[in-house]
């Protein structure tokens, strides 16, 4: 078969909303630009039971180039982590401590820092895509911040009712309202999205693992182990899941709002210890 033939038979797939495969509506036609990516990025689940779990022919000359255009343009590839995947995932667990153990009287500040620093390493290495999703991205980052707030007077009433209230005092008494510290948690709720619903849960667990978006809950809440807070440990959870939530529905930037809107609400509008009392 020419050429010219093969091109007009998949041009005709295209046009019915057909993959090569013979497949109809796996893979969105609008997603691929040129010929190879239309070819290498449909295949039906016949064609993978043929051709492997991947579903590509890896001995293709194309499949690395085919691999880089899966991870740029939102498909999700199941793959390896690399070495800088390893330390990227590794450096919370060593940075944290500075905040947590070293500046504990400047947690805020010392947080923002961090959160600073995690979110440049991943966006030089462009694994991280941060976006707006939609028109309803603004009441998805109100909903989320008003969320967690709720969860978080839950979370104060529990604290009480258990003896872990000190940890609550703890994390307020490095709240000293300013000029510095307010820029700080701007910074801090859109430099943690960035890193860990941008990269740790769109990128390392979503691309590369290919696991659900709320798997990424597990190490975001067990990094807070450094701090030598219990508390702080199962606060996470809440704030994985419905930030974890807005990221996947609206995008990393909307996710970014709501963490920063919901840190300005607990911390300075309204915080816990004023409310419970």
Same mark, same amino acid.
């Given at each position: ?52 779990? =991947? ?51 400047? $947690? ?17 290495? =462009? ?28 979370? =104060? ?71 030598? $807070? ?48």
């Amino acid at each position: 078969m020419s050429s010219g033939s093969s091109w007009a038979r998949m041009s005709g797939r295209r046009s019915r909303g057909l993959s090569p495969c013979g497949s109809a509506g796996r893979t969105s036609p609008s997603r691929c630009r040129t010929p190879t990516s239309w070819a290498l990025c449909c295949c039906s689940r016949s064609s993978t039971s043929r051709r492997g779990s =991947g579903g590509l022919r890896r001995s293709w000359p194309s499949w690395s180039s085919s691999k880089k255009y899966f991870l740029t343009s939102g498909y999700r590839v199941v793959g390896k982590l690399t070495r800088l995947d390893a330390l990227l995932l590794a450096l919370p667990w060593l940075l944290f401590a500075v905040p947590f153990q070293l500046m504990r009287g400047r $947690m805020v500040e010392a947080m923002s820092v961090v959160a600073a620093l995690l979110a440049a390493c991943v966006l030089a290495t =462009g694994r991280v895509r941060v976006d707006l999703k939609g028109s309803l991205w603004p009441a998805y980052t109100l909903g989320g911040a008003a969320a967690l707030y709720a969860s978080f007077l839950a979370g =104060g009433l529990f604290a009480k009712a258990t003896g872990m209230w000190w940890q609550v005092e703890a994390v307020y008494s490095s709240v000293k309202p300013g000029l510095l510290q307010l820029l700080g948690l701007l910074v801090l709720g859109v430099a943690e999205e960035v890193y860990w619903r941008g990269y740790v849960q769109g990128y390392v667990v979503v691309r590369v693992l290919g696991k659900r978006w709320w798997l990424s809950v597990v190490p975001y809440s067990l990094v807070h182990l450094v701090s030598g $807070m219990s508390l702080l440990v199962l606060a996470a959870v809440p704030v994985g899941l419905v930030l974890g939530f807005v990221a996947e529905k609206a995008g990393v930037a909307a996710s970014g709002l709501g963490h920063a809107l919901w840190l300005y609400a607990v911390l300075y509008a309204l915080p816990v210890p004023a409310v419970i009392g």
